[in-house]
């Protein structure tokens, strides 16, 4: 009887041990799924960019034999790729954890596009450009909290998803990214759908304005038609002691993306949008109805797995004298005609040889030629290295 019970017991141990080390292998298995749904990815970019007749170099200003200031190189009134020489781009680090159910994405840019990018923030959030999570209510339903790169336009920050490695005027005067709340949702048969309630637009860490800025989308196999509604200045300001309502009031977007496959090897991209910034300043001295509108074709051809030729044809009208062109005058425009090359050498890098053609209206003070005097056009010459991982 006595033998019979100390192999029970044995037996029982022998029993339990083999349960906890299969609860232990099977969290281990667990855990290292988890682990594979976090990932890292980013990219490093670099170019050099010369005008063929355009200013170079900066120029310094001086002044009772003191620099009081500089001008400036040549560049086109985009964002980004704008200084002549050798320049750097950025370095964009990225993590994230894809679940089932949840999710997040952490973005830091670091470098001047990064710093153009996040323009509005300072301090610690100055690196921050994407910080979201996001809830996969069901199949059909995900809602995301938190701040994220714009749906409107063609192009984006990141010059891994661009094609030109310089950016469109339509995308540089639209809005960068927003923070707040946004629910996609699948309608099923390619249709798809999106609204969203923000601060306003770029001011990612806080916000200057009590009223929300409000977002939509309809989507249909590949095209957007996208919506952004919202006051974009501050309540208050304080001029000289004294409190004041500033005259700001609503911005509104309207934006088509979209594009299609003709054959094979060849694509068209489309965008086109119209901004209207309301009557904006801060007295009645303050020119109103200001914005723009514009449109562009990208059409790419694949010749080979190794390269890709791409054009960019963007009109941007001003309205009003909105500022981007740089002429000072009122309802201005400006053609610019972008030829880029992609070449991928390996799995990681892109080298981008571009050559952009700016020609406008009127004489602009970005396009100063090496006389320091204005001009209407400007060409200039790229190379960019994006090397993705």
Same mark, same amino acid.
């Given at each position: ?24 292998? %099977? ?33 310094? *200003? ?85 701040? +994220? ?41 390619? +249709? ?10 770029? %001011? ?9 800025? %409000? ?46 496959? *003709? ?29 723009? +509108? ?96």
């Amino acid at each position: 009887m006595k033998l019979f019970t100390n192999t029970s017991y044995i037996k029982n141990l022998f029993l339990l041990a083999l349960l906890l080390l299969g609860s232990a292998a %099977f969290a281990q298995e667990e855990e290292e799924e988890e682990k594979k749904k976090i990932s890292f990815s980013g990219s490093v970019d670099a170019y050099y960019r010369t005008n063929f007749n355009g200013l170079n170099s900066v120029v310094p *200003i001086v002044e009772g034999g003191e620099e009081i200031g500089e001008i400036s190189p040549s560049a086109p009134g985009s964002s980004f790729a704008n200084n002549s020489g050798f320049a750097l781009g950025m370095v964009n680090l990225i993590a994230g954890y894809e679940g089932k159910k949840v999710g997040f994405v952490a973005d830091l840019v670091f470098g001047p596009r990064g710093e153009d990018a996040v323009f509005n923030d300072s301090g610690p959030t100055s690196i921050i450009n994407q910080l979201y999570v996001y809830w996969n209510v069901s199949d059909k339903v995900t809602l995301t909290f938190g701040n +994220w790169n714009t749906f409107l336009g063609y192009e984006v920050i990141s010059p891994v998803a661009n094609f030109n490695y310089s950016t469109s005027y339509m995308f540089s005067y639209g809005p960068f990214s927003h923070n707040g709340l946004k629910a996609d949702f699948d309608l099923g048969n390619d +249709w798809s759908a999106m609204v969203a309630i923000m601060n306003q637009t770029d %001011f990612t860490s806080a916000s200057r304005q009590s009223d929300f800025s %409000f977002g939509a989308q309809i989507g249909y196999a590949g095209q957007f038609l996208n919506f952004l509604y919202g006051k974009q200045g501050a309540d208050k300001i304080v001029n000289d002691g004294v409190i004041e309502e500033p005259n700001i009031q609503g911005l509104f977007q309207v934006d088509y993306t979209g594009g299609f496959n *003709i054959g094979e090897d060849f694509f068209l991209g489309i965008n086109a949008t119209y901004q209207d910034t309301g009557d904006v300043g801060f007295d009645e001295n303050t020119p109103s109805d200001l914005g723009f +509108w514009g449109a562009a074709l990208y059409p790419q051809y694949t010749f080979s797995e190794t390269f890709t030729l791409g054009l960019r044809g963007e009109y941007f009208q001003e309205v009003g004298d909105f500022g981007a062109i740089g002429t000072g005058v009122e309802d201005s425009n400006v053609l610019a005609v972008t030829l880029s090359g992609n070449v991928t050498i390996g799995k990681f890098l892109t080298i981008i040889p571009e050559i952009r053609f700016d020609n406008a209206s009127d004489d602009s003070f970005l396009f100063l030629n090496k006389d320091l005097e204005t001009s209407k056009n400007l060409s200039s010459f790229l190379l960019a290295a994006v090397f993705a991982f």
